[in-house]
């Protein structure tokens, strides 16, 4: 089955890759190397001693993307991670993400629609829960309005897509699609080879690629934002998902998708996470344990727009995906030193 995978040479994608071809599938990755390097190709032939057909070309661009639909023919499903991502930046310029990510998903409809695609699988994120009233939030915890316009976007193509998936119900379109959409929680680690993980360009934003920076003395230490949080340790609790896990439950939908072709235009969700939550903290400390060493950090003030805590109930993803994560905390912190240190060689 060929699966056009977008932003592929992405962290989340790039990993997908290689889950897919571990289970037989055929990716064609486009991708325009906004946020990652073209080495990323060249890393995932390392690993799966395969060629991935690749295009470099920007999701908005809809004659680039009929092109790849022409070329590649009988493209089956799509994963649709390609997308900017830096919540700040979003704050600062949201036009270039309402642009950006709804656009592209729009141009990626179209031309799933015009050659006859059938499956979606798309990277929604758990920023659509905000700040929950219970924990965990399962799939049907309420959506509150976004707090970023990143935020927003993910909200906004999540209807996009159900809007899409029901005017192929009806009986004037000839139409079918089916879509899951994968509510993410925090993404960390890398392959375990250390030939690909996350490539943030600049300082990063996110906990564990700051972490892994400031144990190689790229950066001087880390801020653990806030500490006074109604929490055990008063620091912000999270979902942190091995990204190798994040992978295979793309697979697991796509092959959910292709099973239940009989019952066409659908649209579901999945909470992707492994339904347990960790401190700031606590991840520091872990971080500091299975690799041993001892991280620079002060404690300093609450983060703007973080919410206290979040994490999944991943009981729909068990039993429908039959998807759950196999991988600890602790060897998703392994594999990031190790993706950090192989970078530096
Ligand atoms: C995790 C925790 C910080 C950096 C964001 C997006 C979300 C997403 C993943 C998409 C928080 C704390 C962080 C630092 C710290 N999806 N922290 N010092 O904010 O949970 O989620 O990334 O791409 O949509 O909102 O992730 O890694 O930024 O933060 O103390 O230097 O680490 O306050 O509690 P977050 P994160």
Not at 111 to 138: A, E, I, R
Not at 183 to 206: C, D, K, M, T
Request: glycine share 6%; hydrophobic share 35%; with cysteine.
């Amino acid at each position: 089955m060929k699966v056009l995978v977008t932003g592929g040479t992405g962290f989340i994608g790039s990993h997908a890759v290689v889950s897919l071809i571990e289970a037989g599938m055929k990716p064609i990755i486009v991708d325009n190397f906004d946020n990652s390097l073209p080495s990323v190709l060249e890393n995932l032939k390392a690993i799966t001693q395969t060629t991935v057909p690749f295009y470099k070309i920007d999701c908005n661009d809809q004659e680039a993307v009929n092109e790849v639909f022409e070329t590649e023919k009988d493209i089956e499903g799509v994963i649709h991670f390609a997308a900017h991502k830096a919540v700040g930046e979003s704050v600062i310029n949201p036009l270039k993400y309402y642009q950006n990510n709804i656009g592209s998903l729009i141009v990626i409809l179209k031309m799933m629609k015009k050659h006859q695609t059938p499956h979606l699988v798309f990277s929604s994120s758990c920023t659509v829960y905000g700040q929950p009233d219970q924990l965990p939030v399962t799939e049907h915890s309420p959506i509150i309005p976004a707090q970023s316009p990143y935020g927003n976007t993910k909200q906004i193509c999540e209807e996009v897509i159900r809007d899409t998936v029901k005017s192929a119900q009806t009986e004037q379109d000839d139409f079918q699609l089916n879509a899951i959409l994968l509510r993410y929680f925090n993404p960390i680690g890398a392959h375990l080879s250390g030939h690909i993980g996350e490539l943030p360009l600049g300082v990063p934003n996110n906990l564990v690629p700051y972490i892994i920076q400031t144990a190689a003395g790229i950066r001087e230490k880390l801020t653990i934002f806030g500490k006074d949080y109604n929490t055990p340790d008063g620091t912000c609790v999270r979902d942190y998902i091995h990204v190798m896990d994040l992978a295979d439950a793309h697979v697991k939908a796509l092959q959910l998708l292709v099973n239940k072709k009989q019952t066409n235009n659908t649209c579901e969700v999945f909470n992707i996470g492994t339904g347990k939550g960790n401190s700031v903290q606590e991840l520091v400390q872990t971080f500091e344990k299975v690799n041993n060493l001892k991280l620079n950090y002060e404690f300093g003030n609450r983060r703007p727009g973080d919410v206290e805590q979040i994490y999944a109930s991943v009981a729909k993803a068990n039993q429908e995906l039959g998807w759950q994560a196999q991988r600890s905390l602790e060897e998703g912190l392994r594999d990031a030193w190790n993706w950090q240190q192989k970078l530096m060689k």
